[in-house]
């Protein structure tokens, strides 16, 4: 009997667990945007990455802007999507359905104003008039599978989405590619989605470079549709003191996520988009302005040869 008495106990623990863990459950998805909205106040609002910046917010008067104001790659673009025929003929993308022999390829504008490239399936060629021409690169050692998403970046880089070569979990990365010797660089390893909002490359007129905006987590609102944002946006430079690359700052999504960054009186000039996503149920709100002062040399003539990830440093704008 005394048996019986612990099974039954046992038993009952069981489901008790069960039943809590199923309450808990239901809470965290009835209430998820609520949950979201504590997250988040545990974010730094910004959080400085190179020594020296100096982040100001900016009084304006500006109203809200549109939904999903200017996601997309921005000034640089991105690869252009084509289709390659079995006999090796390149064909504008056009709606392709299950059985069709031809394959996705993207075509990048190359190196040095040469021909297009073309990549396909961990392989670069460039493109002789509408067929594959000479093989350039071949990327099937890289640290990543096949090209998920392709975009120009500078003269001497490209961007690449892709999942990290045996990871069965097929989790996707950001990397920088070289356009002169195929260099590969982690640049992200926790980007938001990519199909959704790319990373976003800006070249503000008097600028000497170019700016991206890269992505990283996500929060979550609900489930399907409008319903997350880029948890944090990270400003990236490009310029001839930084060729390959160096974080300036990394804004929270209450900073606003980034859709635009001017240059203006030797300081850039960043618009954060802090507006919640359709699923919040929350009406849109004015954006956020920021004066991003740069130290010197980051823009000019060189003076370094440049970093890839820099060591954070604390902000004094706490969140």
Known sequence: MEVLKWIGQGFAIVVAAVFCLFVYVFIR?????????????????????LPGVEIKEVSHQLSPLEWEHESGPGAVPKATSLLLTPDG?????????????????????????????ILFESRIYQRNGDTLGQEIADLSEAPFTGFGYVAGLNDEWFLVAGDVRGDKNRNSRLWQVSKKNFDVVLLEKNPYFTFSRPPKTFTPEGFDGVLVAVYRGVVSYGFGGDCSRPRYSIL??????????????????????????????GALVVTGDPSRPAAAGRDRIPPRVWRVGLPDGVVGMPQRSGATEPEEVSESLAG
């Open 29 to 49: 998805m009835a209430f998820v945007a609520q949950f979201t909205e504590l997250g988040l106040l545990r974010d730094r609002v910004l959080r400085v990455l």
């Open 236 to 265: 990236r430079a490009y310029t001839s003191t930084y060729p390959l690359g160096i974080d300036l700052a990394r804004f929270s999504f209450r900073a606003g996520t980034i859709v635009d960054v001017a240059w203006q009186d």
């Open 89 to 117: 003929q390149l064909q504008s993308e056009e709606t392709r359905f299950d059985g069709d022999p031809r394959r996705y390829v993207d075509e990048l504008s190359g190196a040095d104003s040469l021909a297009p490239w």
